[in-house]
Structures are given as C-alpha cells and as structure tokens.
C-alpha cells in the first residue's frame, strides 16, 4: 500500500513537472515573439541597391496571432473577411506602398487633332510627345493651352520571406527573427512602406 502511494505520488510530481516545461517553452516562446515584434516596430526599412539600378528592401516581419491581428489591424481583417477567407487560414499578409519618379525627354512634334464640342468638330493645331520604355509609356498632346495625355506605367514586386538564424562566432542555430526582401522590377519605383504580418 505504502509503494502504492509512492508510485502516485511520482506519477503526480511527473505530470506536473512535464507541463511545468511545457508553460516554460510557451512562455519562452511567446517572450521571443514579442521581442522580435517590438524590435520589428522599432526598426526602419533597410534600404539598398540590387543588381546596381534596383531599389531594394529589407524588413522584419510581424508575428502575431489571430486575436491579436483582428484586435489591432481590424480593417486587413475585415478585407480578409471580405475576400471570404477565414482569419485561422491565413499565413502571411504584407503591405507594401511604392514610390515611382520618372525623368522624361521627349521630343515635341507638331500635329493636327479634331475637338469635338457638341454637335460640332475642328481641326486644332497641337503638339504631341511620346515616351516609352519597359517601365513606363508616355502620350501627350498640347492644344489650345491644354494638356491631354496618358501615362502607363508597369512594375512587378519580388519578395522573399526567409528566416535569420542565431550566430554567435561561427555557430548558427534557431531563428533569430524572420525577414522579408522586397525588389521592384523598375528601377524608377522606391519602396515607401512595407507592413508584413505572420499568423500564427
């Protein structure tokens, strides 16, 4: 009977031990999450140059979880609700606002363009530009004071998201936080913002 209730009692100590490491790991892991997250606030876009033209991007991702995010980002929830996909499915979401600055030369050329006002047309003397390369295409005409023109412009994001280990001298190990690069395709267009959320 005595070993009966030693053996409980070990049994009791066991559990209670094996879930006192479990809280620990969570509460470790959930203290690394919130610094990464604090330093990921507190740290600006890292800007740098890809391939010598490219204005590239560096930032550290946001981790949070499901409450957290429909708590303190409630207007990307509501567009991710609105898109008919549910919170607990959602892995990443990132934001991202690009700048674009063009210098343009263009020839002027002299031309004729129609105006119509009402029931009536005439023949305008204008002139006219264009402009066009991969990234952006230009048309212009000048007329009766007037400015008339259409500007295309086209750019593609490329973003990797990849993990940053630990590294103390020549040793790497874990995660130390989780980063995001970002290039656009045109070297007219800087990145302004980026906001990128992982769900846990």
């Known amino acids: 009977m005595k070993n009966l209730y ?5 049994a009791v100590l066991v559990v209670a031990l094996l879930l006192s490491i ?3 790991d969570y509460v ?3 203290r690394r999450r919130l610094d990464g997250n604090q330093r990921a606030l507190l740290s600006d876009i890292e800007r740098y140059k890809f391939r010598d033209s490219l204005n590239a991007a560096s930032v550290q991702l946001l981790t949070m979880k499901v409450n957290e995010f429909d708590t303190y980002f409630g ?3 509501g567009m991710v609700r609105d898109m008919g996909i549910k919170l607990k499915r959602v892995e990443n979401i990132s934001q991202t606002a690009l700048e674009s600055s063009y210098q343009l030369q263009a020839q002027l050329r002299d031309t004729t363009i129609i105006i119509m006002q009402g029931d009536s047309t005439r ?5 006219s530009a264009r402009f066009a390369d991969p990234h952006i295409t230009f048309n212009g005409v000048i007329a009766d004071g007037q400015f008339y023109g259409d500007i295309e412009t086209r750019d593609t994001l490329f973003q990797v998201i990849h993990r940053v280990p630990r590294q103390f001298l020549f040793f790497r190990w ?3 936080e989780l980063r995001q690069e970002i290039i656009p395709s045109s070297p ?8 990128t959320l992982k769900i846990e």
């Open 123 to 127: 023949a305008v003397e204008a002139q």
């Open 174 to 176: 874990g995660i130390k």
């Open 188 to 195: 007219y267009s800087r990145i302004t913002y980026n906001r």
């Open 6 to 10: 030693t053996y409980g009692i070990i």
């Open 75 to 77: 207007e990307l929830s």
């Open 22 to 24: 479990r809280q620990c």
């Open 28 to 30: 470790q892991g959930e």
